[in-house]
């Protein structure tokens, strides 16, 4: 019952963003955002701005922006700039208004991240999912604030025809789309309803594209529809392609007007773009989507993963690559939980790692299944939350301290480095380290038990100290699919669902 108490909380704070305020003051909202989305994806219209300093709202108007830019100088003037988060800025009412409209928005992500609560429904999932949050802190540092860890996505197509040049997913090359056919209705409202009914509220923080675009299919609408009547909630979409099929962009965003749940994203890849997208949409018909600025002559940076890594690689090669800073994103994957293409009918629990060689796309699979029908996929989700995700640490696999971490012993503790944080944890049950015990990487949770004991420590005592250290995420999670063997499988079933369209 927490669980959709929760869920409700966020769709309901999302609502209200909207709803309390007037028609006017949306409207106002929806201007200052255009203008925004001009002055960082335009720079003709910068140039227009700053040849009319004195009146800037002449150069807003040739973009049929109807708000004043000398009310919210703080937003974009650089002289003003410092004015934008102290008390001064009260002297630009649009400034101010802007600000609390995106405190707000911020707010509801973290509301979002905290609908994945599964501590009824799912309670080893959730265990499972807080402690990959926490990993996740520890190795993405600031970056993991925009990460919500939906428990599970999905994917209607095999891959993209957008072929982006920065794409943090690599994703393939388009072979064909799931038809919202008879069959594969029906293999979807039992996909999405058996999540539901094992994931409870938490099966609302889906979303249905992740290497693909939503865009690629026609049908993308129906299972959107399909995925609202079962959990409640409407989906995001993200698409770099809105203007490719303007019908079903526009019924998709119908239906955000409906529903209202979530805002949804166009990644905008050029100016050009951006001046299609703006006289086909007016400022109110996009204030529901978010446009992330893509192009390479605008102000977003590239995460560190994907084909973006693998071009900074190419240039790093001949010396003119800028060191990767703490603060870049290093994932554009957010899914702490099972990724889903229906095309393939494959199933793989999966969770964001900073991307690497061994894993570039910046998410790492545990596990991978494949299913036929809905029973089979909850028989699948279910065999991997048993071989995965334990209540405590398995007591006949080695314990090891994460990858990541550097090992530092001390007289009467240990410390735990990771790239953003560092853990002091005490280690004096014994006059054996159990911190050198995990460090060493060979012995087992009952092996480190019965040596520490032996010395007059006690068993309670260090089997506290170890649940201490799986809960909080320090410990390396057991099963990571082997490359080989994942690879192996992907060739076995490829041409299985050759013709997913049928």
């Not at 108490?5 to 106002?28: N, W």
């Not at 309670?123 to 599970?152: N, Y």
């Not at 006059?431 to 068993?459: N, P």
Request: aromatic share 10%.
């Amino acid at each position: 019952m927490g669980g959709n108490l929760v869920a409700h909380s966020a769709k309901e704070h999302y609502r209200q963003i909207f709803d309390r305020r007037t028609p006017g003051e949306m409207r106002t909202l929806a201007h200052i955002k255009r203008f925004l989305e001009c002055f960082l994806g335009d720079a003709g219209f910068r140039s227009a701005l700053s040849e009319n300093l004195d009146n800037p709202r002449t150069a807003a108007a040739g973009y049929g922006i109807e708000v004043d830019p000398m009310e919210m100088l703080p937003l974009w003037h650089p002289n003003y700039l410092k004015f934008d988060r102290k008390p001064e800025r009260a002297s630009w009412p649009l400034a101010v208004a802007w600000r609390e409209y995106i405190g707000e928005m911020v707010h509801n992500r973290d509301l979002l991240r905290d609908e994945g609560n599964m501590s009824v429904a799912a309670p080893r999932f959730h265990a499972w999912r807080e402690r990959q949050m926490r990993r996740c802190e520890d190795v993405l540092g600031d970056c993991s604030k925009s990460i919500t860890h939906p428990v599970i996505a999905f994917e209607l197509s095999e891959g993209c025809t957008g072929g982006c040049w920065f794409c943090g997913l690599s994703a393939g090359r388009f072979k064909d789309y799931f038809e919202y056919s008879k069959e594969h209705a029906d293999l979807w409202r039992g996909v999405v309803g058996a999540a539901r009914e094992m994931f409870g509220s938490a099966a609302s923080t889906g979303f249905c594209y992740c290497s693909t675009d939503p865009m690629d299919n026609p049908d993308y609408d129906r299972f959107l529809f399909d995925y609202y009547q079962i959990t409640g909630t409407l989906p995001q979409t993200t698409t770099a392609m809105p203007l490719k099929n303007l019908a079903l962009t526009k019924r998709v965003l119908e239906l955000f007007e409906r529903y209202r749940c979530v805002t949804n994203r166009f990644s905008v890849l050029s100016t050009e773009q951006l001046n299609q997208i703006h006289s086909t949409f007016s400022p109110e018909d996009l204030m529901g989507v978010e446009l992330v600025l893509q192009g390479k002559d605008m102000p977003s940076s590239k995460a560190f993963a994907g084909r973006a890594r693998n071009e900074k690689l190419s240039v790093a090669k001949n010396g003119d690559a800028t060191p990767l800073s703490k603060s870049d994103h290093t994932t554009i994957a957010c899914v702490s939980g099972f990724l889903v293409n229906m095309p393939r009918r494959r199933v793989q629990l999966v969770t964001p790692v900073p991307a690497s060689r061994r894993w570039p796309l910046g998410y790492r699979i545990l596990d991978e299944r494949f299913f036929e029908t809905p029973d089979e996929f909850q028989d699948e989700v279910q065999s991997m939350i048993d071989e995965h995700m334990h209540d405590s640490p398995p007591s006949n696999r080695p314990f090891r301290f994460r990858g990541d971490l550097q090992y530092e012993a001390k007289r009467h503790h240990f410390l735990l480095r990771s790239r953003h944080w560092e853990y002091q944890v005490p280690d004096n049950a014994a006059s054996i380290s159990v911190g050198d015990l995990i460090a060493g990487g060979q012995c087992t949770a009952s092996e480190i038990v019965a040596r520490v004991v032996t010395d007059g420590a006690s068993a309670i005592g260090v089997a506290d100290e170890l649940d201490q250290l799986h809960t909080k995420g320090l410990l390396e999670e057991p099963g990571v699919v082997a490359r080989a063997r994942y690879e192996h499988r992907c060739r076995d079933r490829a041409g299985e669902h050759a013709d997913v369209s049928s």
